[in-house]
């Protein structure tokens, strides 16, 4: 029984909360290189905690019944907009979302019985979700292997009269590049296609960054040709979860977006995200995180971490075995191994730390170690090297993960649908990964070099299953 016979006191149930959160990874101090965001400062963090739990029980449902949800969500979106060229926005819970919005509204303006979405290999999952939440099929068009860019030629074959839309990243997450937008958007427009930019991570990065004398295009909607673009003030905005900001240039393109019913007796329902009952705590602590932080705050941030980011990439330089790939334009940072098997070296930094985020290969991209240079970065940036070189080391004189003979075979033709849960979480076991509550932290590389080797369809049967595991009751 979960749920206490009687109620437990403030005291009891924060010190459980702390219990809880024991094995987590820290997000705070900038040892964790993925997932979360640090100004490194607690004058932001506090209030960005204190707004959101100002508006916690605010219900964006109803923007008549709460006004403050109309004002603050104004000036966020505005300020979004006054940072990439102007638009018309909607307040999401997330990247996610906003991308799903953002094909959402492409589909039924473009009416099409057969629609699908064009997009770069490199481009987020998300659009994979949205496609298939919206009954879209994605077409996906390779990037070139030396500079990981999509190649706006080979989108203009690859669109046809049933594409509702084409994207591209500013930046791609995985190797933090720049696709050429102006590019892109021109051959959409040529076919009167929408190009939607995916700037979630970049959105409220890049123009930063810019400011501190780094070389970015212009990639926002003022570039002829972009239609929309979707930018996360839960990552680069600093803060706290729950924040993004989807902007269209064309006021019709958001009403698309938008969804009303009058289709049964209850309230009336006018929603302008997925979710209906919302919080406005995110809306809240967004809000609180862009007034503590202002201009300056942002200025200084973006010179921390474009200084953190060249610091990074020169340090990787010298590390012998290791390379980055192709020319990271924001600061994201990912970097592949020669002679070492960089999941044993995100294992091994994990042992000493520091999380470093691993890439499976795709499309002709090798595995990789993901890094994402936020604020904070900037003054751990040696320390963090400095693992990384032993980690490197440490990792060279195990040697690769090696599997055993049949494992990859054994995993791809498994008929999943006919294993129970029990025996796949003993599959795991014999791999090193115990699934049972309160396990803690498995070594990683076995797992990775196993999921490396398997083609996406099987990546995707048993990372579902292993959810499904992990959340079994
Ligand atoms: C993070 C990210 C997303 C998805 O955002 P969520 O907030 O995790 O839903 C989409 N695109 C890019 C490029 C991202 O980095």
Redesign the pocket.
């Known amino acids: 029984m979960n749920l206490p016979p009687t109620g437990r006191t403030v005291d009891d149930l924060l010190a459980e909360v702390a219990r809880l959160k024991e094995h987590d990874l820290p997000v705070r101090g900038g040892q964790v290189t993925a997932y979360v965001y640090d100004t490194g400062r607690a004058e932001v963090n506090d209030a960005a905690t204190r707004a959101y739990l100002e508006m916690l029980e605010v219900n964006c449902l109803d923007p008549t019944a709460f006004p403050s949800v109309v004002e603050m969500e104004r000036q966020v979106v505005g300020a979004v907009a006054d940072l990439l060229g102007g638009g018309h926005g909607v307040f999401t ?7 799903m919005l953002a094909v959402k509204a492409a589909r039924d303006r473009a009416a099409r019985p057969r629609p699908n979405l064009v997009l770069p290999v490199t ?5 994979h979700k949205a496609a298939h939440y919206l009954g879209v099929r994605v077409v996906a068009v390779p990037v070139d292997l030396e500079t990981y860019k999509v190649r706006a030629g080979d989108v203009e074959r690859a669109v046809d009269e049933d594409t509702i839309m084409v994207v591209a ?1 500013a ?3 995985p190797q933090g590049v720049i696709d050429p937008v102006a590019e892109v958007a021109a051959v959409a427009a040529a076919a009167g296609v929408p190009c939607h930019v ?5 959105g409220w990065l890049l123009p930063w960054l810019r400011e501190a004398g780094a070389a970015v295009p212009p990639f926002d909607l003022s570039v002829p040709g972009v239609t929309s673009i ?1 930018c ?1 003030l ?2 680069f905005g600093y803060a706290p ?1 729950g924040a ?1 900001v989807l902007l269209f240039a064309d006021p019709a393109m958001r009403r698309a977006a938008y969804f009303a019913s009058g289709a049964w007796p209850g309230y009336t329902v006018i929603n302008a995200t997925v979710q209906s009952s919302r919080s406005a705590g995110p809306l809240g602590g967004a809000w609180a995180t862009l007034q503590s932080l202002g201009r300056d705050g942002y200025a200084e941030l973006g010179r921390a971490t474009l200084e953190a980011t060249r610091r990074l990439r020169a340090g990787l330089a010298g590390i012998p075995g290791l390379r980055v790939l192709g020319r990271p334009e924001s600061s ?1 940072v990912a970097f592949a191994g020669d002679d070492v098997d960089v999941f044993v070296l995100a294992d091994e930094a994990r042992a000493r730390g520091w999380f470093l985020q691993p890439q499976l290969s795709y499309a002709g991209i090798p595995a990789n170690l993901h890094v994402t240079v936020t604020g904070v970065t900037l003054a751990g940036v040696e320390a963090m090297l400095k693992v990384i070189a032993e980690s490197a080391g440490a990792a060279r004189e195990r040697g690769p993960v090696v599997l055993p003979d049949g494992l990859v075979e054994l995993v791809a033709e498994l008929d999943l649908a006919a294993l129970d849960d029990a025996a796949f979480a003993e599959l795991a076991a014999s791999v090193g990964v115990d699934l049972r509550p309160g396990a803690g932290q498995p070594e990683m590389a076995v797992v990775n070099t196993v999921l490396d080797a398997l083609p996406a369809p099987v990546r995707e049967a048993v990372l579902v299953r292993f959810l499904s595991v992990v959340y079994a009751s």
């Open positions: 819970s997330g990247g996610t979302e906003s991308i481009a987020h999952p998300a659009f990243s930046p791609s997450y995916d700037a979630c991570v970049g979707s996360d839960h990552k979860k993004s994201l």
